[in-house]
């Protein structure tokens, strides 16, 4: 993948898999705008990409609100005379279940992971338009935001809703040559370093510097940040041109496109559905096959 002279905004890439994405980017030849809230990560992050060859500059800015992604637009400009890729990768964390759930906890994440991403495309969207040569919108979705998960409504809510946008924008911005797509990535980081499931797999695996078992990077499709950053290069890249309007899975070995909701089932009564009606043909019509909900428990194989 060759993306000299592109260049590419990275949300939240100061460290995690935000800066996996910006890394990879650069190593491709992007000239990238490293973003994170505070100025140390920022320029550890420089340094680190630097060190490997890459040009890449640095905002200090809390993703959420409009002047921070006029910010990150501005700077790319400013900086490298143009942008063609933004990557929504910037997030937070306020895990409880619903009825310990603040008002807070709930609007902190969905400002920065639904409104940020809005605030940020909108802004880069913007530009790429005025520019006339296209662009690529990546935005950053969860397992979590296609199944849902236990004590994360405020963030499967934002997830969801991330990949709704993705559908949305590819209709809206298709004509002037931006593509837009949902990453749904699975990745051994903090978070996940939390399953007790993996655990102790990927602690083992850091300290020896063995790779992860097939049962994680097959069967859960669990593996490295670096194991997801391709697919990130790739849909920045001309030969992602085409690629527009989908929810893809990277995460191990293992790479998925997710189905988008549709109709799985469907019967019609002439007049309309009473609910005595609809409670007579639900278990042996429409219901009969209900679908699944939750991200699935990780099963490490038995000793």
Not at 112 to 126: E, P, Q, S, W
């Given at each position: 993948?060759?993306l000299?002279?592109k260049?590419?905004?990275?949300?939240?890439?100061g460290?995690?898999?935000?800066?996996?994405?910006?890394r990879?980017l650069a190593?491709?030849?992007?000239?990238?705008?490293?973003?994170?809230?505070?100025q140390?990560?920022?320029?550890a992050?420089l340094?680190?990409?630097?060190s490997?060859?890459g040009?890449?500059?640095g905002?200090?800015?809390?993703?959420?609100?409009?002047a921070?992604a006029?910010?990150l637009?501005?700077?790319?400009?400013?900086e490298?005379g143009r942008l063609?890729?933004l990557?929504?990768?910037?997030?937070?964390?306020r895990?409880?279940?619903?009825?310990k759930?603040?008002?807070d906890?709930?609007?902190?994440?969905?400002?920065?992971h639904l409104?940020g991403?809005?605030?940020?495309?909108?802004?880069a969207?913007?530009?790429?338009?005025?520019?006339?040569?296209?662009?690529?919108?990546?935005?950053i979705?969860?397992?979590?935001?296609?199944?849902?998960?236990?004590?994360?409504?405020?963030?499967?809510?934002a997830k969801?809703?991330v990949?709704?946008?993705?559908r949305?924008?590819?209709?809206e911005?298709?004509?002037?040559?931006?593509t837009?797509?949902a990453?749904?990535p699975?990745?051994?980081t903090e978070?996940?370093?939390?399953?007790p499931?993996f655990?102790p797999?990927?602690?083992e695996?850091e300290?020896t510097?063995s790779?992860l078992?097939?049962?994680?990077r097959?069967?859960?499709g669990?593996?490295?940040v670096?194991d997801v950053?391709?697919?990130v290069?790739f849909?920045a890249?001309d030969?992602a041109?085409d690629?527009t309007?989908?929810?893809?899975?990277v995460?191990g070995?293992?790479l998925?496109?997710?189905?988008?909701?549709k109709e799985k089932?469907?019967?019609?009564?002439?007049?309309g559905?009473?609910?005595?009606?609809?409670?007579?043909?639900w278990p042996?019509?429409?219901?009969?096959e209900?679908?699944?909900?939750g991200i699935?428990?990780?099963?490490?194989?038995?000793?």
């Amino acid at each position: 993948m060759d993306l000299h002279g592109k260049v590419a905004v990275v949300t939240g890439s100061g460290r995690g898999l935000g800066l996996g994405y910006a890394r990879a980017l650069a190593a491709a030849g992007a000239a990238v705008i490293v973003n994170d809230v505070d100025q140390d990560t920022v320029d550890a992050a420089l340094a680190t990409i630097r060190s490997e060859g890459g040009t890449a500059a640095g905002v200090v800015a809390a993703v959420g609100d409009s002047a921070a992604a006029q910010e990150l637009v501005d700077a790319a400009v400013r900086e490298f005379g143009r942008l063609d890729v933004l990557v929504t990768n910037a997030g937070i964390l306020r895990d409880r279940v619903l009825w310990k759930m603040t008002d807070d906890d709930f609007d902190d994440v969905v400002r920065v992971h639904l409104r940020g991403t809005f605030t940020c495309a909108r802004a880069a969207a913007v530009r790429m338009r005025e520019q006339g040569t296209g662009g690529s919108l990546v935005l950053i979705s969860s397992p979590a935001g296609q199944r849902g998960n236990f004590g994360q409504t405020n963030y499967a809510a934002a997830k969801a809703g991330v990949v709704a946008m993705a559908r949305t924008w590819a209709m809206e911005l298709g004509r002037a040559g931006i593509t837009v797509n949902a990453v749904v990535p699975v990745a051994a980081t903090e978070m996940t370093r939390t399953i007790p499931a993996f655990a102790p797999v990927i602690e083992e695996s850091e300290r020896t510097g063995s790779a992860l078992p097939d049962w994680l990077r097959k069967g859960e499709g669990l593996g490295t940040v670096e194991d997801v950053t391709g697919l990130v290069t790739f849909l920045a890249s001309d030969a992602a041109k085409d690629v527009t309007g989908q929810a893809i899975g990277v995460g191990g070995d293992r790479l998925a496109l997710w189905a988008h909701p549709k109709e799985k089932a469907t019967a019609f009564a002439d007049g309309g559905w009473s609910a005595e009606a609809i409670a007579a043909q639900w278990p042996g019509g429409v219901g009969a096959e209900p679908e699944t909900y939750g991200i699935p428990a990780p099963q490490a194989p038995e000793a």
